[in-house]
């Protein structure tokens, strides 16, 4: 792949740094990258993995724009409400770059197409609002063997992680969270700062990109905790459950 003269300009950010170069931002561009939701975390998320360069991001989300959306969800816009968020995303990332391809998913993600969704892609990101979506993307990505970058925010915390758990030394994202809580928190109910989704969604980004080049330290294993009231990160080392029902080695 050969760059073209606004391509060279588009990323030369990237292109001067060792640890990516020309070679990394080829990479960048062929890459195939899926995204769960469109919302709080994806909004950052995608736009930061469009503006990198990622070649083709899918995305999954079956909702649509609401003015409540809007204190955190910097993808749309207001004159998009009531739009797919699958159209918004797509349109604000046209305005954006012509250099990348978005498949939207207008459906919502179920154990019956969760396989055939994340089959084509070469990492997943998860930023939905549910341990029902979580647990099931986790599994397929389990299943496929790709990674999987998951992140979760709420009131003033987030947290995420890179999970590998199909390799023998990582742990998988059941090792930490066994089952569904029997009453989950949501941000539609508890509140979220619209900001966090700014921080860990780019956070994602970031991985993601490590991830795709191979560079700097991975978060498989580790789990990250920000508390934005107290302007802490706390990086918790994470090993693999003997008695994990998924990954869970015992002979």
């Given at each position: ?17 060792r640890e ?16 769960i939701?469109?919302?709080g ?8 993995l ?20 809007l204190?955190r ?5 207001t ?20 250099d990348?391809?978005i ?5 919502r993600l179920t ?22 979506t ?6 397929a990505c389990?299943r ?6 998951s992140?979760a ?20 994202y059941?090792?930490?969270f ?7 928190q ?19 980004a ?7 080049l ?5 978060l ?18 994470v ?5 994990c ?7």
């Amino acid at each position: 792949m050969e760059f073209s003269d606004q391509q060279i300009e588009r990323y030369a950010r990237h292109i001067v740094l060792r640890e990516i170069g020309g070679a990394g931002q080829q990479k960048l561009l062929a890459a195939r990258v899926l995204c769960i939701g469109a919302g709080g975390l994806g909004s950052p998320l995608i736009m930061y993995l469009a503006a990198a360069g990622i070649g083709t991001i899918g995305i999954v989300d079956d909702d649509t724009v609401s003015l409540s959306n809007l204190q955190r969800q910097v993808l749309h816009g207001t004159d998009r409400i009531g739009q797919p968020k699958v159209t918004s995303a797509a349109d604000a990332i046209a305005d954006l770059t012509p250099d990348v391809t978005i498949v939207p998913h207008q459906l919502r993600l179920t154990a019956d197409n969760v396989d055939d969704l994340i089959r084509d892609y070469d990492i997943v990101c998860d930023g939905s609002d549910n341990f029902s979506t979580r647990f099931t993307v986790h599994d397929a990505c389990f299943r496929a063997q790709i990674p999987l970058v998951s992140a979760a925010i709420l009131r003033f915390d987030g947290q995420i992680s890179t999970y590998r758990g199909y390799e023998a030394d990582k742990p998988c994202y059941r090792c930490l969270f066994r089952e569904e809580p029997p009453e989950e928190q949501t941000c539609a109910r508890d509140g979220v700062l619209g900001a966090l989704g700014g921080v860990m969604g780019s956070m994602q980004a970031t991985e993601v990109v490590k991830e795709l080049l191979g560079v700097g330290d991975t978060l498989a294993g580790q789990l990250v905790v920000y508390d934005a009231l107290a302007a802490t990160f706390r990086k918790i080392r994470v090993r693999p459950d003997p008695d994990c029902p998924l990954c869970g080695r015992v002979e």
